[in-house]
């Protein structure tokens, strides 16, 4: 390494700007933390729930993804809050994570749980956001985008069911294997968006502690394979 911040506490987002000033979105901390290029901290940025992400534009105004309270916030070089953007008066935002500048002073922002990325215009003459905004269009999710959770499952934690997010209402087949290869579980049929599975094969018995192969298919004839674990 030619250098490292530490004392931090699940950091997800950095940024540098052009005077080699770092920010850093301290997120199990709820703040940012802003460091000089010699990396004595400067400023911190409270008050917020789980930033992502963070970056700073030629003025030194400061933007924040505050996934959890789901705005973009936008902060003096000081670190006083000016302006915050939710969204718009139909679509508010959903755990924003991802922001970056562009070459015009747009902002740009993964918007995760509305599965988009959104343009917010350049700031106005009085700081404020301008309320421009485009949404990109959507690339439309199939069987491969399907996702198991929780991963690891843990009775003792309180989970009951493993969940596969389905993006296909395509009659979509489960199968369940040991990693030895032996079939545990069957479900044919499915067409929810989200299947609950109690962790029980089909003889409706418990499965033992273990990692198990998930596979997925539908009448598109794609597939997805994953692995689950099961701690008891």
């Known amino acids: 390494f030619l250098s490292e911040i530490e004392e931090l506490n699940k950091p997800e987002g950095v940024f540098v700007d052009s005077k080699g000033n770092i920010f850093v979105a301290n997120t199990k901390e709820n703040a940012v933390y802003v460091y000089s290029s010699s990396l004595t901290q400067t400023l911190i940025i409270e008050g917020l729930n789980r930033p992502k992400a963070v970056c700073a534009d030629s003025r030194a105004y400061i933007y924040v993804s505050d996934s959890r309270n789901n705005a973009v916030k936008k902060y003096n070089k000081y670190g006083e809050l000016l302006t915050q953007f939710t969204g718009t008066d139909t679509i508010t935002l959903k755990n924003p994570a991802g922001i970056c500048l562009d070459n015009q002073g747009n902002l740009w922002l993964t918007d995760e749980e509305n599965d988009r990325i959104v343009k917010i215009g350049a700031p106005t003459v009085d700081d404020t956001f301008s309320r421009r905004i485009l949404s990109l269009p959507k690339t439309a999710k199939t069987i491969k985008d399907a996702y198991a959770y929780p991963v690891p499952f843990k ?30 579980f069957e479900k044919t049929g499915i067409t929810a ?13 418990p499965v033992a502690s273990g990692v198990y192969i998930y596979f997925l298919t539908d009448d598109t004839k794609e597939k997805k394979i994953g692995k689950i674990m099961i701690i008891r």
Not at 159 to 168: E, Q
Not at 193 to 200: E, L, P
């Open 155 to 184: 009775p003792s934690a309180g989970h009951t069911v493993i969940n596969f997010k389905l993006y296909s209402p395509q009659n979509v087949i489960l199968r369940i294997y040991s990693i030895a290869g032996e079939l545990i």
């Open 193 to 205: 968006g989200t299947y609950q599975w109690n962790a029980k094969n089909n003889q409706d018995e």
